[in-house]
């Protein structure tokens, strides 16, 4: 279920406490800074928030809850709420994200300048904003956090907040979401994947790390798959095998989504800084650690990052970032 329409949030109603407080108080901030992992539930709770505005502050014993039934909750889920207004990267021709465009951030801007259309609050739900990585969208932002108008809301749902200018981050109270316990996880993936074996279950939680929107990501795109490709490529490459290899990067480059490679590459990633950690920690590691000295590691792991990252958003062709990811680890 999309954030803007998901009437529930798991584990985070300490947080979603706060912002309720904050608001009846009187004195709520005008702009929020929402972090922590992928699939946490960053965006759930601004939507959330956001909802809760729109529709005057409902009490009731759940933080931030607003009927589904209502019209507000209906309209905001659909983006027909005048004063509600989505900021996202925009979408390429192949459904992968790029960055945040500076002519969506004046608009943004703008919408906040004019009259509530109902007389209320006036939200701008900022998602992603990780990927406004040009001085100039922040700057045009920075404007608005600096003299923000009267009745308005800025909530930025970011899970790289040190990519953000640091006036950015100075002008915004932030939060930050921790991933959800085991019992929690456990609980919302019986309801949420009945039909999966409670193994299989167990295995995608763990691979997930307490957020949700990964698990249900992996469960989608056959996630435990790709963790065994992802095992298979590391156990190999004191052995490389070029059609090997070509065979991985052509069934990950054919889902057009980007959606099995990003999570590849995250689940890569996953596992070398699972490795480092027990190796750190005096604990068994994986043979194929030794291949390279841990500081090596500690590159490679970033660099995988930037490749990734790189590859969805200039759109480049995911099977030579594959490769060339490969080809890295494989390396002496």
Same mark, same amino acid.
């Given at each position: 279920?999309?954030?803007r329409?998901?009437p529930d949030?798991?584990?985070?109603?300490?947080?979603?406490?706060?912002?309720?407080?904050a608001?009846?108080?009187?004195?709520?901030?005008?702009?929020?800074?929402i972090?922590?992992?992928p699939?946490?539930?960053?965006?759930?709770?601004?939507?959330?928030f956001?909802?809760?505005?729109?529709a005057?502050?409902?009490?009731?014993?759940? @933080? =931030? %809850?607003?009927?589904?039934?209502?019209?507000v909750?209906r &309209?905001?889920?659909? #983006? /027909?709420? !005048?004063d509600?207004?989505?900021?996202?990267?925009?979408?390429g021709e192949?459904?992968?994200?790029?960055?945040?465009r500076?002519?969506d951030?004046?608009?943004?801007v703008?919408f906040?300048?004019?009259?509530?259309?109902?007389?209320?609050w006036?939200?701008?739900?900022l998602?992603?904003?990780?990927r406004?990585?040009q001085?100039a969208?922040?700057?045009t932002?920075?404007?608005?956090?600096?003299?923000?108008?009267?009745?308005?809301?800025?909530?930025?749902?970011?899970?790289?907040?040190q990519?953000?200018l640091?006036t950015?981050?100075s002008?915004?109270r932030?939060?930050?979401?921790? @991933? =959800? %316990?085991?019992?929690?996880?456990?609980?919302?993936?019986? &309801?949420?994947?009945? #039909? /999966?074996? !409670?193994t299989?279950?167990?295995?995608?939680?763990?691979?997930?790390?307490?957020?949700?929107?990964?698990a249900m990501?992996?469960?989608?795109?056959?996630?435990?798959?790709?963790?065994?490709?992802?095992?298979?490529?590391?156990a190999?490459?004191a052995?490389?095998?070029?059609p090997?290899?070509?065979?991985?990067?052509?069934?990950?480059?054919?889902d057009?989504?980007?959606?099995?490679f990003?999570?590849?590459?995250?689940?890569?990633?996953?596992?070398?800084?699972?490795?480092l950690?027990?190796a750190?920690?005096?604990r068994?590691a994986?043979?194929?650690?030794?291949?390279?000295?841990?500081?090596?590691w500690?590159g490679?792991w970033?660099?995988?990052?930037?490749?990734?990252d790189d590859?969805?958003r200039?759109?480049?062709?995911?099977?030579?970032?594959?490769l060339?990811?490969?080809?890295?680890?494989?390396r002496?």
């Open positions: 279920m999309e954030p329409a998901n949030l798991v584990g985070h109603e300490a947080a979603a406490r706060s912002m309720e407080a608001a009846r108080s009187g004195r709520l901030h005008h702009a929020w800074l972090c922590g992992p699939g946490i539930g960053k965006a759930t709770l601004a939507w959330r956001a909802r809760w505005l729109l005057d502050m409902p009490r009731g014993a759940t @933080p =931030l %809850a607003v009927d589904p039934s209502s019209t909750f &309209r905001v889920a659909a #983006d /027909t709420h !005048a509600c207004f989505t900021l996202e990267p925009n979408t192949r459904g992968v994200k790029r960055i945040l500076v002519e951030a004046r608009e943004a703008r906040l300048t004019q009259t509530a259309a109902e007389g209320g006036r939200v701008v739900v998602d992603e904003a990780e406004a990585d001085a969208v922040q700057n932002l920075l404007k608005t956090l600096e003299e923000p108008p009267p009745k308005t809301v800025l909530l930025l749902v970011c899970a790289a907040p990519k953000l640091p950015i981050r002008r915004c932030r939060i930050d979401l921790n @991933p =959800l %316990a085991g019992p929690e996880m456990e609980a919302l993936l019986a &309801r949420l994947l009945p #039909d /999966t074996p !409670a299989d279950r167990a295995r995608i939680a763990a691979l997930a790390d307490g957020a949700p929107g990964r990501a992996l469960a989608e795109a056959g996630g435990l798959d790709l963790q065994a490709m992802v095992e298979a490529s590391l190999a490459l052995k490389p095998e070029p090997r290899d070509h065979a991985l990067a052509d069934r990950l480059a054919a057009r989504t980007g959606g099995a990003g999570i590849f590459m995250g689940l890569l990633r996953g596992a070398i800084a699972g490795a950690r027990d750190a920690r005096g068994a994986p043979p194929w650690l030794a291949r390279h000295p841990l500081a090596v500690a490679l970033d660099r995988l990052g930037d490749l990734a590859t969805e200039l759109n480049l062709d995911r099977k030579q970032a594959v060339t990811g490969l080809d890295w680890l494989a002496p």
